[in-house]
């Protein structure tokens, strides 16, 4: 148990709380440490802070803002080591991966502190002058899941500190130790008021969503939670981005070389205990190579070493929480229950923690659960195909559209392939590679609006025609 107090940080200052939420180290279930649980005076508090801030920040130079924003990469990264520990104890990635996302944290803040964006003349006539400005919106509430703590808050403070806005940020009461603590950390580098954290239990979400208070909501979590989250924005018309689930597919067509891409896939599906968006949740595998990709993901997924992410050497942590521990297994009692085969069954040695093995499922049926739904954990279904416009069809039946990929020795004719996916991310023959420069985010239930890149940068800006009479 970590000993040491958390506090939330309200307009600069430490703030406890009379209640605290428990949090769980999921690779041992032993209470890792106790977080504030925000009143709604809390909020209050919070959103008058950051309101208050508002004016002072907005009117900074847009320099001083990108130092600013630079400012949290050095504090992440002066702070990787404390902060990985603390990330992997309460979420449970292996320690290097944790360090890896303080890290791509630390160079999410500098690239987006790099992007640049300008105002346009729309009309210039006799008559008059139209520019068109981007300003910034106020104070923007920004919600995050628990799979990346960290990457998935700077992905929402940086842009909104640089166009101008002030936020309060909730990380999620499954991992609230890592953004509390950033928090703490930046209290003597950015103006008070500027970021507030507060953390809480269910309560607190709904509360902020459906508060006047916030100009924005910016969120990343399920899909079901982000119609919640729209639904009770609608009543103050607070803007919202949403970034949801999805139902990720890779398209493997029959050129591809096995036993190069069978590791690459691998983690493709279970990078971070397969608890990752754009995860990819069915593999559609071509006849031809679908034997031997199977044998080939087997023999790698029997040599992953899974456990403590404390532990030199894991490359695979627990599942989050109970909750998605329990739903995970379910998943894989169901489909034995339905007599499907599975291509993967890894075993787990740890005595304690929510660990799963991951499971590659034997070309279920189309309409089975674990092909239909997003598990959101380390189960996979193997789909055999042989006609390439039956399998777009497959993917595109989706509800989702967050991302995608295709996998072949052609690139054109992968790249052709990749046209037709109706998703917002599409990679051929890489996967993952994201950054501060490129847009991401979902299509049909995966969301709405997109973060990264200049387009995910002018969701945290209003549009102003400003017209003047010559
Ligand atoms: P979740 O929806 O349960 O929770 C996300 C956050 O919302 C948490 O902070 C939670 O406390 C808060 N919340 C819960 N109910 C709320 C409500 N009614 N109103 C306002 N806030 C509320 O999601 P999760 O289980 O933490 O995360 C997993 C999901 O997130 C998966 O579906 C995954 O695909 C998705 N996800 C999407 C992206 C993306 O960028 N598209 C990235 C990561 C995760």
Redesign the pocket.
């Known amino acids: 148990m970590i000993e040491r107090a958390f506090t939330m940080t309200v307009g600069g200052s430490p703030v406890h709380t009379a209640e605290s939420i428990e949090v769980i180290d999921p690779a041992t279930e032993a209470v890792l440490a106790e977080a504030p649980r925000a009143t709604e005076m809390d909020l209050e508090s919070a959103i008058a802070a950051a309101r208050d801030a508002f004016p002072g920040w907005r009117s900074r130079g847009l320099d001083d803002r990108r130092a600013a924003v630079r400012a949290i990469a050095v504090v992440l990264r002066d702070n990787r080591d404390e902060l990985a520990a603390l990330l992997t104890s309460e979420q449970g990635k292996p320690f290097a991966l944790a360090r890896g996302e303080i890290d791509r944290a630390a160079m999410w803040a500098d690239g987006v502190a790099d992007l640049e964006w300008e105002e346009r003349v729309a009309e210039d006539t006799e008559q008059h002058r139209v520019r068109v400005r981007r300003v910034p919106l106020g104070v923007v509430g920004a919600?995050?899941?628990?799979?990346?703590p960290v990457t998935?808050a700077v992905w929402k403070i940086a842009p909104a500190l640089l166009t101008g806005n002030t936020v309060v940020l909730?990380?999620?009461?499954?991992t609230p130790l890592t953004g509390l603590r950033l928090g703490e950390l930046l209290r003597d580098v950015l103006p008070a008021g500027v970021l507030n954290v507060i953390t809480g239990g269910?309560e607190?979400?709904?509360w902020?969503?459906s508060h006047p208070g916030f100009d924005k909501i910016a969120?990343?979590?399920?899909?079901?939670?982000?119609k919640?989250?729209m639904a009770?924005a609608s009543e103050h018309l607070t803007r919202v981005t949403l970034?949801?689930?999805?139902n990720d597919a890779a398209v493997v067509l029959p050129d591809v070389d096995v036993a190069e891409i069978a590791p690459t896939l691998y983690w493709a599906c279970f990078s971070n205990s397969s608890?990752?968006?754009?995860a990819t949740k069915r593999l559609y595998v071509h006849d031809d190579v679908y034997d031997d990709l199977a044998r080939a993901l087997r023999d790698y997924g029997l040599s992953v070493r899974i456990g403590n992410g404390m532990a030199e050497g894991v490359q695979l942590g627990p599942i989050q929480n109970r909750t998605?521990f329990d739903k995970v297994q379910g998943y894989i009692e169901q489909s034995r229950e339905a007599g499907h085969r599975f291509v993967l069954e890894t075993p787990i040695e740890e005595p304690s923690g929510y660990f799963i093995g991951p499971v590659i499922v034997d070309d279920p049926p189309a309409d089975a659960p674990i092909v239909t739904e997003?598990p959101?954990g380390p189960i996979v279904p193997m789909l055999r195909f042989t006609d390439v416009d039956a399998v777009i069809d497959a993917v595109n039946s989706s509800p989702y559209g967050?991302g995608g990929s295709v996998w072949s020795a052609d690139t054109e004719a992968a790249t052709a392939i990749a046209e037709r996916i109706e998703s917002g991310v599409v990679w051929v023959n890489e996967i993952h590679a994201l950054s501060p420069q490129f847009p991401?985010?979902?299509r049909k239930e995966?969301?709405i609006g997109r973060?990264n890149g200049i387009e995910g940068l002018l969701e945290y800006t209003a549009t102003q025609a400003l017209a003047v009479r010559k």
């Open positions: 919600i995050v899941p628990w799979n990346f998935l909730k990380p999620s009461p499954m269910d607190l979400g709904p902020m969503t969120f990343t979590g399920s899909s079901a939670t982000g919640r989250v009770s970034e949801l689930g999805g608890q990752y968006c754009l998605q997003e959101f967050l991401m985010g979902g995966s969301g973060e």
